[in-house]
């Protein structure tokens, strides 16, 4: 089960500005996600590797030279505030 | 019969034999997709396409695919032509370039008309979590298309276009190809590049192709895959596809993955698919019953997966760089505020999962475990191919659910992929076929197979199809 304090913690963690009522739902419906999930934590894995990716690739590697790329009008074509040729933010507290 | 009731391949021979151009052709799928009766578009180009049609007529020879129309799930990037995933988050939003999957299909004569609806970000299995829209199935307008390449799939089958483009994550592809009638494919993980696909579970996700023949998906992946220098874990393909042309089954060994054919799938359903199998068995395969003992719990292996991968995935949509933003006065506030506005409920839900799984101290009771759980299932698949060579179950647990079913329980839905995600879990290539009607609605049937083993998937689908001669037309549609 998830309490208030999780929902908060895992709220900021993923950026996430949540009301106190999005709160709520947010535990109930992830508490009764977690209890079909939770399957997954009584199975007998003893000395089963995990799997990240499921085609044997060796390293993909390619040379080291220039090639074209976005251009920087095209990289800042759709953002909310460009200055100089940069992306503007806010200020950090 | 209409231009938009022939299959892609009949209209390339219509193209190429003269008796239509590119431009009408075009028109034809425009002047529906203006009524779209079915919902299934969020953007239409009509100008690009219509002077893209008439560049491919003025060329001395025709390209392989034409000139005919195609629609692309808004979960692919298209260069200036607005790509929002479904998603208030990229409300507006133009690429800056084109996803590889399009742009080799461009090239080679496909005409885009346009980008279908979607559930947000891909997340969903009706379609009703797109920001923007419900789409309707065809086949029942109170019925929900499926998902999450529910517009694609819609169009398809409404005849919009005569074919499109979807993604396939745990069965975004073949759930609402089963759902519409139609046919979809999920080929083996890496077979296309995913360079312009707007990222869900990368370890997961694939492009695949929707049409109403076999034979014209194939032809629509043949033109997709390959290695591509921008996607890293594209594959070189080992054989060109070919265009299906098997007539029978004989020497065959179709498995019947029994775990799928039990609890949970619907009567009709499985009766659907209990005839497909008959059929094949008179077309000389041999049926033999399999087990996949982990199968069952690939969907809790799956909702820890693709959300964990989501969460990391998701964090690029900050508001800065691309797409709406709230304002505010420090950059956490914008950050929390507008990502807490823009996303909707169950992308937020999943991500809200995925954070959980990958916390400290949850990572090893959640993520780790399903990733071990994950070795488990492509064993068994592993260890199934040594007997048989194809496997068969229902695609989808139900025929299509009425709009608004299932929208309160996110597990509910959640169990709309129980007999897709197993093979997304195990990177293999799986198709949907229509099988049957269960009251009045497609039943689909899917086949999966070995890793690179497309071309015997496409064969053997397309033998079952010729003698299913499933009628892909919905009942009522508008001519």
């Not at chain 1, 089963?48 to 790329?69: F, S």
């Not at chain 2, 390209?63 to 507006?92: C, F, N």
């Not at chain 2, 993520?367 to 068994?380: D, F, M, N």
């Amino acid at each position: 089960m998830i309490d208030d304090t999780t929902v908060r913690h895992v709220a900021r963690l993923a950026r996430l500005r949540l009301d106190d009522a999005e709160e709520q739902v947010m535990r109930e419906e992830l508490s009764g996600i977690l209890e079909h999930i939770d399957a997954i934590r009584a199975m007998d894995l003893d000395g089963v590797p995990p799997t990240t990716h499921v085609i044997e690739l060796e390293n993909v590697l390619r040379a080291d030279e220039p090639r074209p790329g976005l251009s920087q009008e095209d990289a800042l074509r759709e953002a909310r505030a460009v200055v100089d040729g940069s992306f503007e933010v806010p200020r950090m507290d | 019969m209409g231009l938009r009731d022939l299959t892609a391949t009949e209209q390339i021979a219509e193209l190429a034999a003269g008796r239509v151009s590119s431009l009408e052709l075009v028109d034809a799928h425009l002047d529906a997709i203006a009524r779209d009766d079915v919902e299934a578009f969020l953007a239409v180009d009509a100008e690009g396409a219509r002077a893209r049609a008439r560049e491919i007529d003025a060329l001395p020879e025709r390209p392989p695919l034409g000139g005919i129309p195609l629609g692309v799930k808004d979960a692919l990037s298209t260069r200036d032509i607005v790509t929002t995933s479904g998603s208030k988050m990229l409300e507006g939003f133009r690429p800056v370039y084109t996803a590889t999957c399009v742009a080799r299909l461009e090239q080679a004569g496909a005409v885009v008309v346009g980008k279908t609806n979607m559930d947000e970000f891909a997340m969903g299995s009706s379609t009703e979590n797109s920001a923007y829209k419900n789409t309707l199935n065809p086949w029942d307008h109170d019925r929900v298309p499926g998902g999450s390449s529910g517009g694609s799939a819609a169009a398809v089958s409404a005849r919009e276009v005569p074919w499109s483009l979807g993604s396939d994550t745990g069965g975004s592809i073949r759930q609402p190809a089963a759902l519409c009638g139609i046919v979809g494919m999920k080929p083996t993980y890496g077979a296309i590049s995913r360079y312009g696909l707007i990222a869900f579970a990368s370890s997961l996700d694939q492009v695949g192709p929707f049409a109403r023949t076999v034979a014209d998906a194939a032809l629509l992946l043949k033109h997709m895959v390959g290695r591509d220098p921008m996607d890293s874990t594209s594959l070189e393909w080992p054989a060109p596809i070919d265009v299906p042309m098997a007539t029978d089954l004989a020497g065959l060994r179709i498995g019947v993955v029994e775990e799928l054919m039990g609890e949970g799938i619907d009567p009709g359903v499985k009766a659907a698919v209990e005839v497909a199998l008959v059929k094949a068995e008179a077309l000389g395969a041999t049926i033999v019953p399999v087990n996949l003992p982990t199968a069952l719990s690939g969907l809790a292996t799956y909702y820890v997966l693709a959300p964990a991968e989501c969460s990391a995935n998701l964090s690029r949509f900050d508001g800065i760089r691309y797409g709406p933003s709230a304002e505010a006065d420090n950059l956490l506030d914008q950050y929390e505020v507008t990502r807490g506005r823009l996303f909707g409920p169950e992308v937020k839900r999943r991500i809200m999962l995925g954070t959980f799984a990958l916390a400290s101290g949850y990572y090893d009771q959640y993520y780790g475990r399903a990733q071990r759980v994950r070795t488990l299932i492509v064993r068994e698949f592993a260890q199934a191919f040594e007997g048989v060579d194809v496997l068969a179950s229902p695609t989808s647990p139900t025929v299509a659910f009425p709009i608004g079913d299932r929208t309160a329980d996110p597990y509910a839905m959640y169990l709309a992929d129980v007999c897709t995600i197993p093979a997304s879990l195990a990177g293999l290539p799986a198709i949907s076929i229509p099988c049957g009607l269960s009251d009045g609605l497609p039943v689909g049937l899917q086949l999966a197979g070995p890793a690179f083993s497309e071309n015997r998937l496409l064969d053997t689908a397309h033998a079952l199809e010729q003698v299913i001669a499933f009628d892909t037309r919905p009942p009522g549609l508008a001519t």
